[in-house]
């Protein structure tokens, strides 16, 4: 049923995707206030909007065909993602049980994980230094230009989104294999 929900959110069915996002929100609430207590409603919220197009972006892109785990599983999954961001921003300095609560997602499909670290190690230097500094050193576009020597913000941009491109690509022609 899952796998024809998909389908069906791909093939344009707002209707479906509308189901899906009043089905799984009172889920994702329910865990955020749990989880991230301090973090306020609309930034719950606005966490449910992001990762609610982060699903349909999934699909749409073809890098998710079906779940192994629940849907509310991967939906949360996505929204973990987004609210430690929030956390983050309101409280610099990370838990560690936010970040022991990454690897306890049930049903969490860790063969991603791995196939991502692959095909990491295998892109060229300059896409790790770019999102590197962008993803975990939390460099703006401006400030890796200068330090990696770009002419500007908009030529490091351009490259992130390709390397950004071509993991995506390699990831799903890997998940595709693995299938």
């Known amino acids: 049923m899952l796998k024809e929900q998909i389908h069906r959110i791909k093939n344009g069915n707002l209707e479906e995707l509308d189901k899906v996002y009043k089905d799984m929100k009172p889920k994702f609430f329910s865990y955020a206030k749990s989880s991230f207590s301090k973090i306020d409603i609309e930034d719950i919220e606005d966490a449910y909007q992001d990762t609610m197009l982060d699903f349909y972006n999934n699909i749409q892109r073809g890098l998710l065909t079906e779940i192994s785990s629940s ?42 994980d791995d ?25 703006s576009m401006d400030e890796i230009a200068t330090e990696l020597g770009y002419k500007n913000a908009d030529t490091v941009k351009a490259k992130k989104n390709r390397c950004i491109s071509k993991l995506s690509e390699q990831v799903t022609k890997m998940r595709l294999g693995y299938e």
């Open 71 to 112: 849907l509310s599983a991967y939906i949360i999954q996505i929204g973990k993602m987004k609210l430690i961001k929030v956390s983050d921003k309101k409280n610099p300095y990370t838990t560690l049980s936010n970040i022991e609560d990454l690897a306890a997602l049930q049903n969490y499909d860790h063969r991603i």
């Open 115 to 139: 196939m991502v670290k692959f095909v990491f190690g295998n892109v060229s230097e300059n896409c790790k230094k770019i999102l590197d500094l962008f993803y975990f050193k939390r460099k």
